[in-house]
């Protein structure tokens, strides 16, 4: 008797010899993007997201206060600490890290809910999370957004105006470690000009969806 999981590849593989192909679907993908604060990843995940109806962005739950731009439910689920923890307590994260002094975590249901709607799914997540993502799941599609050099992302992390200069200082040093994670990702994309750093990812995607190890396997199961 085969497994859920075996079944299905044995559909898809029966699927495949027919002459039918366009009834294939094409899984959802949970991409992962991760870079230095200040790279311009929001930016990109931000017009990815207005250009493609089915990327949806996963609001993360944070301890830090909210930004004056920002706002709660949209940008992030601002929280409590003692809340933050007891939602570890009940695993209601697929992966959560201590970055710049704030709780991050990721909501497992929500990803969950949009992959069962067939939606592909962006994490803005950092390079600990991403790790903790890839031994969960190997088949994330991990993004890392490089700024073009440091200078940039200071004048960037100075420009955005919304960083007291001690958090810049821990912010850029905090970029020189993230940057040693980049060999656990899969891609590189260098935002010099955000455009063309869109493009990029949009082409990842469309390469990602097209991969048949991944239409054999079938959605993500997390
Ligand atoms: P910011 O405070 O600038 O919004 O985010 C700081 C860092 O936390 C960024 O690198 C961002 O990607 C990361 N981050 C945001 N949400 C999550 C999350 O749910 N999990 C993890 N591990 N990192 C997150």
Known sequence: ?????????????????????????KPPLLMIFSAPSGAGKSTICRKLRDRNPNIVFSVSTTTRPPRSDETDGVDY???????????????????????????????????????EQNNDVMLDIDVQGGQ????????????????????????RLRARGTETEQQ??????????????????????????VEEAVKEVESIRRAEKCRLQRIKQGKPTL
Do not use: C
Not at 13 to 22: A, C, G, R, W, Y
Not at 140 to 149: D, T
Not at 181 to 187: G, I
């Open 1 to 25: 008797m085969p497994g859920a999981g075996e079944e299905r590849r044995m559909n898809y593989s029966l699927e495949l010899d027919q002459p039918e192909l366009e009834t294939i679907s």
């Open 77 to 115: 689920h601002f929280v409590e600490e003692n809340v933050f923890k007891e939602m570890i307590e009940n695993n209601a994260f697929l992966e959560w890290a201590n970055v710049h002094g704030g709780y991050y975590g990721t909501s497992r249901q929500a990803v969950l809910d949009e992959i």
């Open 132 to 155: 903790q993502i890839r031994r969960l799941y190997s088949e994330a599609v991990m993004i890392f957004i490089a700024p073009p050099s440091m200078k940039e992302l200071e004048r």
């Open 168 to 193: 810049i200082k821990k912010r850029l040093k905090n970029a020189r470690d993230e940057l040693e994670a980049l060999e656990n990702y899969d891609y590189l994309v260098i935002n010099d000009e």
